[in-house]
């Protein structure tokens, strides 16, 4: 699905390390969210954004922080990670009413935390 | 609250073979029901979807019912490819969320179909 994008679509970081993802949609949509997906667990629902606005904070720790500037563009910020926050991070849209229930997601980026 | 239970994995066919992946929710309300594939090294994509029961979804030769009756959105495909390996999603809308959509997806059954 071409009209998701994120990058970058690897990353490998140390535990002290800061670094950013970022999502773009080119779809017109006015929702987007992060999810996580570890190996051999459902995938995990971290944030919504609807109209640049949080509308829910999964209990995600604070070393997760998002961002959302704009209906187009969504940043993961992550800081102090730990081994256990490696997976594949997705990111998806949606239009935020009509066909609001279908979501169309990204490649993802696969973080690995040494 | 509502939930997607689908079959474990892994399941291997072979080539031409008839596929069914089990998929049942629980639910309040009216949900949308889906499928979702994801192929190696990419993100998961839409594969079909129904929005009512007894709305047939089809798409690539896969096919599910939405069946209220029995609570269930089972996968079917009658003659898979190996292109076909990938893990297949069942999940449903919650409606509860009001102008975002949150769906719920099942743990995701691996299909491996072999030449």
């Known amino acids: 699905e071409t009209g998701v994008t994120q990058t970058p679509r690897h990353l490998v970081m140390g535990m002290t390390n800061k670094k950013s993802l970022k999502c773009e949609q080119h779809l017109g949509h006015n929702a987007m969210y992060w999810y996580k997906q570890s190996a051999k667990k459902p995938l995990e629902l971290m944030f919504v954004y609807n109209f640049k606005e949080q509308t829910e904070n999964n209990s995600v720790p604070s070393r997760f922080s998002p961002e959302c500037p704009n209906s187009s563009h969504l940043f993961l910020h992550l800081h102090t990670l730990q081994p256990e926050d490696s997976a594949l991070y997705l990111c998806?849209?949606?239009?935020?009413?009509?066909?609001?229930?279908?979501?169309?997601f990204g490649p993802g980026t696969r973080l690995t935390v040494l | 609250g509502n939930s997607v239970t689908q079959m474990e994995g892994p399941v291997t066919l072979s080539e031409e073979a008839f596929l069914t992946i089990n998929c049942t929710y629980t639910?309040?309300?009216?949900?949308?029901l889906f499928w979702y594939v994801q192929y190696p090294g990419e993100g998961l994509q839409l594969l079909l979807k129904?929005?009512?029961?007894?709305d047939k979804g089809s798409n690539k030769g896969f096919e599910a019912t939405y069946r209220k009756e029995t609570t269930s959105f089972h996968l079917e495909k009658g003659s898979v490819q190996v292109s076909d390996s990938a893990v297949y999603f069942c999940a449903l809308s919650d409606r509860t969320y009001s102008s975002a959509s949150k769906i719920i997806f099942g743990s995701g059954t691996r299909l491996s179909i072999r030449p």
């Open positions: 129904a929005t009512k029961a007894d």
């Open positions: 998806a849209s949606s239009q935020a009413a009509g066909d609001a229930d279908t979501q169309y």
């Open positions: 639910a309040t309300g009216y949900p949308s």
